[in-house]
C-alpha cells in the first residue's frame, strides 16, 4: 500500500481583540473576543460609520476562511 501525503495548509489564527481582517470588498475588525461570541465591526474600508454586531467564534472564524481574509 502507498502512502499518500497531504498538503499541510497553515490555519487560521485565532482571533484576538483589535485584529483586522482584510478581505476583497470589506474589512472586519475584532472589537472583543468572549469565550463564546465575538463583537465586531464589519463594513467598507473608506467607510465612515460602521455598526457593531455580534456573532459566535465559529461562524466569525468559517466567514473569514471562506472570503479569504488576511490579517493585517
Known amino acids: ?3 499518500k501525503t497531504s498538503t499541510r495548509r497553515t490555519p487560521l489564527q485565532s482571533l484576538a481583540n483589535g485584529q483586522v481582517w482584510r478581505m ?3 474589512i ?3 472589537t472583543m473576543v468572549g469565550k463564546l461570541l465575538v463583537h465586531y465591526k464589519l463594513g ?3 467607510a465612515t460609520r460602521v ?3 455580534i456573532n459566535s467564534i465559529t ?3 468559517k466567514y473569514l476562511k471562506e472570503h479569504k481574509a488576511v490579517l493585517v
Open 59 to 61: 461562524t466569525i472564524e
Open 44 to 46: 467598507k474600508p473608506n
Open 24 to 26: 476583497t470588498e470589506a
Open 1 to 3: 500500500m502507498t502512502k
Open 51 to 53: 455598526s457593531n454586531s
Open 28 to 30: 472586519l475588525s475584532v
